[in-house]
């Protein structure tokens, strides 16, 4: 297995938008005074993980998206675990469903991931670390000790439901057993090879019904759009694993989404 040279960045100066997290190249740990200090980084990666790693580290917030965090500070903080592991068919991303019966965004497939809570930290350092793992493992099951943090990307917004977002890049070092843990959180947990998120076959554009056109992937039995795929979809482009796809090709959405 091809890894990378020692290189890890501090975390007790990391800021959700990253603020030159991904550019240092030193061996820190991020420990504020409690028994679970923080590590990112982004030594013994796996060697295909190196596109990922150069694009986090260098892609711009509105190389992401149009919907950036409001300037007057306005919007809940919360984080998204981008877990990457390595399954049967290779590289993979880990995914959820969430509950029909919820508030925001239910019944669409997700990032695990949530709000962040007074217990998680500063929301300013490592507070959308502890919270992408912390809710990853509330939804899913997931064991945060086989979790290998190794990047950050720009914080983004979600108008809809007014959550700041800060995507935390993980690479699923010691895969453990993933499941439903509450039905009134989680519908289904399953992961999905890149390769199929890649095929272009899999690929589509969504309608929504104020207009607004996103990128789409179907696969595992389901419709990713939204949030979740357009985070996806940068990734691919930047990370250069993007394949020509059709972009005419069209799914509308329900007026309720």
């Not at 030193?26 to 590590?39: F, Q, S, V």
């Not at 711009?60 to 399954?87: C, D, K, Y």
């Amino acid at each position: 297995m091809k890894t990378h040279e020692q290189s890890h960045v501090r975390t007790d100066v990391q800021t959700p938008d990253r603020s030159d997290v991904e550019k240092r190249e030193h061996d820190h740990t991020a420990d504020l005074g409690r028994d679970d200090a923080i590590t990112v980084t982004t030594d013994g990666l796996p060697g295909w993980l190196d596109p990922v790693v150069r694009a986090a580290r260098t892609v711009e917030p509105r190389q992401l998206s149009r919907f950036l965090p409001p300037e007057n500070g306005a919007g809940r903080q919360s984080a998204v675990l981008i877990l990457f592991g390595e399954g049967e068919r290779g590289p993979e991303l880990l995914l959820m469903e969430r509950s029909g019966s919820l508030r925001s965004h239910a019944g669409q497939p997700s990032f695990p991931g949530g709000a962040l809570d007074p217990e998680d930290g500063d929301q300013a350092t490592t507070g959308p670390l502890r919270a992408a793992l912390r809710e990853a493992e509330e939804e899913t099951g997931l064991d945060p000790r086989g979790v290998q943090l190794f990047g950050v990307l720009p914080r983004l917004y979600i108008p809809v439901s007014s959550f700041v977002v800060t995507p935390v890049l993980g690479w699923w070092r010691a895969p453990s057993p993933v499941g439903v843990v509450d039905p009134a959180e989680t519908a289904r947990v399953f992961t999905v090879p890149v390769a199929d998120l890649t095929d272009p076959a899999n690929r589509v554009t969504t309608v929504h019904p104020s207009g607004h056109l996103g990128p789409a992937f179907l696969v595992e039995s389901a419709l990713v759009w939204g949030f979740t795929a357009g985070v996806i979809d940068r990734i691919l482009h930047f990370a250069g694993w993007e394949r020509p796809w059709d972009r005419a090709r069209q799914v509308p959405l329900d007026w309720r989404a």
